[in-house]
T-cell receptor, first 114, second 110 residues
Framework: QQQVKQSPQSLIVQKGGISIINCAYE??????FPWYQQFPGKGPALLIA?????SEKKEGRFTISFNKSAKQFSLHIMDSQPGDSATYFC?????????????FGKGTMLLVSP | NAGVTQTPKFRVLKTGQSMTLLCAQD?????MYWYRQDPGMGLRLIHY???????AKGEVPDGYNVSRLKKQNFLLGLESAAPSQTSVYFC?????????FGSGTRLTVV
């Protein structure tokens, strides 16, 4: 059972364009929704995260939009740059007593063409 | 500030051989995790630990064992490697929600 569904699998965007990656989850107990960025040969790195009590979070060119009723959240990359070319993973977790395990989507390979 | 260090970075095993992957973190994080990454499958949790001396199974634990004898170290063992265990293995640690990942171990079982 895939608890976090991510789309698209791959995405090509022109430099300066907007990249949009979508995720949907099933478990209503999830309470933390991060996005990770992974460059080839490296481990994933936390990019931005949101909790379900807000509908949007922005950090620089990166924005998470969250729709609790639809159980969906998305990553928007404004003014996409070639340096943004990487694999992006959405994730979700539920935690108690201070710890959590992340469930990841299958990833989106983003290529930003010059 | 090393963060999370994984050793080795690359390894080729023959079917049936055993090996241990080592993960060390210097951030005094309580929680540690082992994930495997396969093309098109995302990252899947193998085992995790919520503290020294405690471990728990994740989504895909079969064929793996783990130990957390010291807070800073989390070991992943393969007792009898199989070709299906060919993958990139990532260790992570966290204080709460924010995970810090290592750079991975690429394991090939032939």
């Amino acid at each position: 059972q895939q608890q976090v569904k991510q789309s698209p699998q791959s995405l090509i965007v022109q430099k300066g364009g907007i990249s949009i990656i979508n995720c949907a989850y099933e478990n209503t107990a999830f309470d933390y929704f991060p996005w990770y960025q992974q460059f080839p040969g490296k481990g994933p790195a936390l990019l931005i995260a949101i909790r379900p009590d807000v509908s949007e979070k922005k950090e620089g060119r990166f924005t998470i939009s969250f729709n609790k009723s639809a159980k969906q959240f998305s990553l928007h990359i404004m003014d996409s740059q070639p340096g943004d070319s990487a694999t992006y993973f959405c994730a979700a977790s539920q935690g108690n007593s201070g710890y959590s395990t992340l469930t990841f989507g299958k990833g989106t390979m983003l290529l930003v063409s010059p | 500030n090393a963060g999370v260090t994984q050793t080795p970075k690359f390894r080729v095993l023959k079917t049936g051989q055993s090996m241990t992957l080592l993960c060390a973190q210097d951030m005094n994080h309580e929680y540690m995790y082992w994930y495997r990454q396969d093309p098109g499958m995302g990252l899947r949790l193998i085992h995790y630990s919520v503290g020294e001396g405690t471990t728990a199974k994740g989504e895909v634990p079969d064929g793996y064992n783990v130990s957390r004898l010291k807070k800073q170290n989390f070991l992943l063992g393969l007792e009898s490697a199989a070709p299906s265990q060919t993958s990139v293995y990532f260790c992570a640690s966290s204080r709460t929600h924010g995970y810090t990942f290592g750079s991975g171990t690429r394991l090939t079982v032939v």
